[in-house]
């Protein structure tokens, strides 16, 4: 019976099964023409299993369970393709993860290097600028300029210029000169003056000792006359 030019279910069913009578019944005859004994062939009733199969699906509902199908397929794949992007993802940012470690521990061992590179040749400088205070005459007195030639000869050169600014500053190249409130004492204005004795028993009257004193206290304190330059500029002391 056709409904709406549809085979039903039950008329697909019926005709795939009058076909498979009719297969059995042909071979059943043929067989006898032939000769044959032998029992008919049960490849009409796989035929007729499997047209019941598709049977089961009406005609027009077919193309849809096909595209069904696919879009499984095809939903699958893309779930294991994205699987296998996400892993190969994570891989790759494991191996960027390690060697941006190595690069950072490596920059920082070179920065550490050079920084003590930098230390050992600027304490060699300041060695090897400085004359030690016992290779100047002792004199009963000395003029500025005597004092002045004295700290370039003791200075690294590229430091003398924030050296000669902080002494400017704190006692005009007079190492005598005494803090009247304070009692801070020399070119550099030490409080205590007796803690450049460290560097000679002379601090008193004698200015390379007490050059030798303020350069030491610099470099200790600040890392060189031009930081400690830097630090007076802000807070006007040092």
Known sequence: MLEGNRVSRISVRGFAV????????????????????????????ATASDSTLL???????????????LTQQADAQAIAADASAKKDAEEAARLQAAKDAVAKQKAAEKAEKEAKERKEA???????????????????????????????????????QCFSNIVDHESSWNYRAVNASSGAYGLFQALPGSKMSTVGSDWQTNPATQIKWGLNYMDSRYGSPCEAWSFWQANHWY
């Open 18 to 45: 009058a076909s498979a009578t009719a297969v059995t019944a042909v071979g059943a005859v043929t067989g006898v023409a032939s000769g044959s004994t032998g029992q008919p062939s049960n490849d009409a009733e």
């Open 55 to 69: 049977a089961d699906i009406p005609t027009g509902q077919q193309a849809q369970v096909q595209t069904a199908s």
């Open 122 to 160: 600027k304490e060699a400088a300041s060695r090897s600028a400085t004359r030690d205070a016992s290779t100047f005459s002792v004199q009963a007195s000395y003029t500025t300029a005597q004092i002045q030639a004295m700290a370039s000869s003791m200075v690294p050169s590229g430091q003398f």
